[in-house]
């Protein structure tokens, strides 16, 4: 069983940063992608980017160029590197992996 908990989220200005990482247990980490996901307030679910076992990497259009999807294997942990944020990417974000969700953390993006 892989169970995912995210963790890194936090409060930011507009323009900043922010790593969130995804970390799992479960020998079968390595061989399943990890997607990436993000809720506002009052809005679906809103899928954000992929990374493969392979390391291939695919993502929205709303957050391609300023986002960026990592994974290192061996620490069982994915990583989503966020630049340039702005007040519209408030929101929980949560990785899945093979169906199993992690608990999500809060990102906020203060004007």
């Known amino acids: 069983q892989v169970q995912p908990v995210e963790s890194g989220g936090g409060l930011v200005q507009a323009g900043g940063s922010l790593r969130l990482s995804c970390a799992a247990s479960?020998?079968?980490?390595?061989?399943?992608?990890i997607n990436w996901y993000r809720q506002a307030p009052g809005k679906q679910r809103e899928w954000i980017g992929v990374?493969?076992?392979?390391?291939?990497?695919s993502y929205a259009a709303s957050v391609k160029g300023r986002f960026t999807l990592s994974r290192d294997n061996t620490k069982k942990t994915g990583y989503l590197q966020m630049t340039n944020l702005g007040p519209e990417d408030t929101a929980v974000y949560y990785c899945?992996?093979?169906?199993?969700w992690g608990q999500g953390t809060q990102v906020t993006v203060s004007s």
């Open positions: 990374i493969t076992s392979g390391g291939s990497t």
């Open positions: 899945n992996i093979i169906g199993r």
């Open positions: 479960g020998s079968a980490f390595g061989r399943n992608a």
